[in-house]
Structures are given as C-alpha cells and as structure tokens.
C-alpha cells in the first residue's frame, strides 16, 4: 500500500479535510495547466521551440522558487530520492513532449478530452503497483471513459479539419507517461515536486536544444511561452503533484477533466476551434462518467 500522510499530525490548511484539501489542489492544479494548449497555439512557434522554451522557463521557475522558498540549492533537492527523482523527471519531460508534438498534430478538444481517459490507466497503475484498489463504482466511471475516449478517436479518422490519429497517439503516449507519474508520486510522498519539475524542464531543454531553430522565436511568442513556463505550467504540475499525497492516484485523475473543459473552452472562445461532433459526444460521455465515479 502506497504511503500516506499522517492525517492526525498534519495541518489543515483553510481547515480543509485531506480528502478536501486533495480535490482542491488538483483542481487548482488542472485550471493552471488548462492554459497550456491554447497558450502554445498562441505562440505560433513550432513543436521543438516551444518544447526548449518552456523547458527552459520552467527550471527556472522551479530552482527560483526552491532557492527563495527553503533557501537550499535546487541541486541539494534533486539529490533526494535519486532513483525516482530521475525517472519521474524523465516521464514529466517525456509527457510534455508528447504533449506539445500532439498540439502540433491535433486539436485540442481531442487532446483534452483524451486526457480525462486518465483514471483508466491511473487505476490499473495505482492497483498493480500500489495496492491502490478502485472501487465499482470508479471502474463503471472508467469503462465509460473508455468509451469516451474511442468516440473522440474515432471523429479524427480521416478527417483533415479535427486532428489525426498521430495526434491523438501522442496524447495517449502523453497521458501515459503523466499517469505512470501520478503513481511515482503517490509511492514517494515526500519526493521534492519542484525539483521534479524543473529536471524534467532541463531534459526538455537539452532533447530540443538541437531541433530547435530559435531564430524564429518572435517577441509575442517568448512573452507567451514566458508567462506558461514560469507560472502555469510548472506549479499546475506541483499542484497536481502534491494532491496525491492526500488522494489516491485514481481519485487524482478523475479530477483530470476539470483541465478537458477549461482548455476546450479556451480553444472554442479564443482560437474558434469548434469541437467535433465526435469529440462533444465522447467529451460528455467522459465528463458524466467522471462526475459519477467522484460521487464516493
């Protein structure tokens, strides 16, 4: 069984329950990264650009806010908990690779509302590896995001205007790497998130550094990608992070479509990128299952 925080001698912040208080950070988590698929789009810069820079900005970010909040060297908390350390590392720049080449490849109703498939492949992780069980009534919710989820695929079969199927495979690589995360999380509770974030922004970085042709970065697209690496998405990351020390990793990721509405709706009012019937379905199909299985 995965460890947990010590209910008893832990605080409360804002007089929150663990449970409560892990919703709230995951849902805050999830509303900051819903900002990075429209915001990479508004960038207008390609794949391997926008991956070196918001690598670069969110090491940054991280190393700055470990050094101003503990005072310690961000290389004194990467050293911690080394194994895991590297390998989550190597998963959140993996996710957000993928992340970033399936923006570039399909539209970002198909790879939100792929993303809310999450707690299929969460519960089965936390299950094998954890001793993390679902309840029937989370499986039901997964079954019927699966369901979801083929529906969303099957609108991008063919069709030039709402994504391709190399797209959307990029998300589901994406999702994977971020679930198999969640679990690393959730079995090293006391692992830094920050240096985990900024590490795997430094990975990121040194994989793009030479695709990259930054001599097309623009203005507007550094001032954009500024804003997402420094602020958005890496502490939508940590939220999201630390939120699994309070809940278990399925219960984490049904949280997940909260990221699916707010970023399709940026998309929708921002960039006028209209949803797919296929994708309206299977994204309601998910949405109603998600709202079911939160109901324990």
Known sequence: MAPTVDVASSPRPFGLRPRELGIALATAGFLLMSLESPGLRLTELGSWENT????????????????????????????????????????????????????????????????????AVGALLAQFTLGERASARTWLAIVASIAGMLIVVSGSWGSATHGSIAGDLFALLAMGAYTANLAIWRKVPDLNREAVVGLGGVIMAACAVLAADLSTTTW????????????????????????????????????????????????????DEVPSNAALLGGAIVLAAVSFGLRE
């Open 52 to 119: 070196f820079w918001l690598g670069l900005f969110s090491a940054l970010s991280m190393f700055s806010w470990i050094r101003v909040r503990t005072g310690k060297s961000p290389l004194a908390a990467a050293r911690d908990h080394r194994g895991p350390m590297l390998l989550s590392a190597a998963l959140q720049a993996a996710s957000t690779l993928s992340f970033i080449l399936a923006i570039h490849h399909t539209t970002i109703a198909n790879i939100q509302v792929l993303f809310a498939a999450t707690p």
């Open 220 to 271: 507007r697209g550094l001032a954009i990608v500024v804003l997402l690496g420094m602020l958005s998405a890496p502490f939508g990351r940590v939220l999201v992070a630390i939120a699994t020390r309070h809940l278990p990793v399925a219960q984490v990721s049904l949280l997940t479509p909260v990221e699916t509405v707010a970023a399709t709706t940026w998309a929708w009012l921002f960039l």
